[in-house]
Structure formats: structure tokens, C-alpha cells
Antibody
Framework: QVHLVESGGGVVQPGRSLRLSCVAS????????LHWVRQAPGKGLEWVAV????????DYGDSVKGRFTISRDNSKNTVYLQMNSLRAEDTAVYYC??????????WGQGTLVTVSS | VMTQSPLFLPVTLGRPASISCRSS???????????LNWYHQRPGHSPRRLIY???TRDFRVPDRFSGSGSGTDFTLKINRVEAEDAGVYYC?????????FGQGTKVEVK
């Protein structure tokens, strides 16, 4: 059974950093691209970043480009999101999602990041 | 840009419901597939996939849900709404990065 479990969220001051993790199980991790998607409180879904199955390609949403870095360790079945220079507007639940050719077929339960002084 | 309508949809239990999604560009990929998805999200839960490639229902989803459309205009239909169908519905294009979502349609079951 496919599972994605995010962790690493918490309360952080503006300008500081945080690293999120998403641990996968139940499938051949190295064959799938993984994404991060976020949802600010009471708002809709916003795509954040993607990393190719082998890490060779990455892309980012305009709102996080230059501040966030996505990476993965296929030996640990884990994808990461390094978030630097955090802003209040980065406050959101962060989900990881498995890419199955143009669709998210599985999502994690999410981890909440709150940026506040 | 993905544009959904309506943004709020009150529906009586057992009645049908329909949500529209329009894309600012064609969602037909170079491989000939159309990567339009529908997701449902209940409060406090992760989104769950309902439909992918316009009309293919996820194996976990009951057959009262159906998707249709082509090119830039798409529709999600619920045959007979049940109480558990309440929540927010999102369309999403997966044809090119960045993948983008519609604003969401809140469905209230009366």
C-alpha cells in the first residue's frame, strides 16, 4: 500500500530556514517524480516544486524560486524541501504528492509550517 | 490559468451536481493525452483524486462521479450527491510545469 508521510513542519521566525521531509513506502520510489504542494489557511492549492525520479530535473513555483530547494535520496525513499528566507506568506500545510504522468495519484497527510515572529 | 465555476454550489441530497473548469490553454499534450484532473478535499484532510485524463475515474472512487470535456473546457458531474461529497473540488492541469489548480468549488450538501 502506497504511503507518503511528511514531517518537519513547525513554527519558525521570518527569515529563518526549515527542512521538510516526505518518506515514501509501498512502491518503487526511484521510478516516480515527486512534488510539493502547499495550502495556506483557508485558501486553495498551490504547486511548489517537483523533482524528477532520478533527481536530474527540478522546477519551482515563482513564489519560492531562489528560496526553496527540492532534493531526494532514493536510498532512503525520501524527498526533501529545504525552505530558506521564510516569509509570513509561506505559512501553509505542505503536502507531498506522487506524480503518475500528469496526475497526483497519492498525497501525504501534510505538515503545517507557520512563519511568525 | 484554470478557472472554475461556480465557486460555491449548494446541492440537495440525492440531486445531481456539475462543476465547470476552463483552461487558458489547451491541455492536450504532445503525446495526445489530455492531463486534466479533479480532486476532492474535505476539511482537515488531504486532497484525493477523483478523475484523471479528463474522464478516467480513480479506482477508489464511486461511479456516481464522472468527468468530461476536451481541449480547454471540462466538467465534473456527480450523479446523485451524498452527504460525504461535501467539501471543495479542484481541477488541475498536469500537462506542463508548473501544474496549476483551479480556485476550488465549495460544495455544500443540503
Amino acid at each position: 500500500q502506497v504511503h507518503l508521510v511528511e514531517s518537519g513542519g513547525g513554527v519558525v521566525q521570518p527569515g529563518r530556514s526549515l527542512r521538510l521531509s516526505c518518506v515514501a513506502s509501498g512502491f518503487n520510489f526511484g521510478r516516480y517524480a515527486l512534488h510539493w504542494v502547499r495550502q495556506a489557511p483557508g485558501k486553495g492549492l498551490e504547486w511548489v516544486a517537483v523533482i524528477w525520479h532520478d533527481g536530474s530535473k527540478k522546477d519551482y513555483g515563482d513564489s519560492v524560486k531562489g528560496r526553496f530547494t527540492i532534493s531526494r535520496d532514493n536510498s532512503k525513499n525520501t524527498v526533501y524541501l529545504q525552505m530558506n528566507s521564510l516569509r509570513a506568506e509561506d505559512t501553509a500545510v505542505y503536502y507531498c504528492g506522487r506524480d503518475d504522468y500528469g496526475t497526483f495519484d497519492y498525497w501525504g497527510q501534510g505538515t503545517l509550517v507557520t512563519v511568525s515572529s | 490559468v484554470m478557472t472554475q465555476s461556480p465557486l460555491f454550489l449548494p446541492v440537495t441530497l440525492g440531486r445531481p451536481a456539475s462543476i465547470s473548469c476552463r483552461s487558458s490553454r489547451s491541455l492536450v499534450s504532445s503525446d495526445g493525452n489530455t492531463y486534466l484532473n479533479w480532486y476532492h478535499q474535505r476539511p482537515g484532510h488531504s486532497p484525493r483524486r477523483l478523475i484523471y485524463e479528463v474522464s478516467t475515474r480513480d479506482f477508489r472512487v464511486p461511479d456516481r462521479f464522472s468527468g468530461s470535456g476536451s481541449g480547454t473546457d471540462f466538467t465534473l458531474k456527480i450523479n446523485r450527491v451524498e452527504a460525504e461529497d461535501a467539501g471543495v473540488y479542484y481541477c488541475m492541469q498536469g500537462v506542463e510545469w508548473p501544474w496549476t489548480f483551479g480556485q476550488g468549488t465549495k460544495v455544500e450538501v443540503k
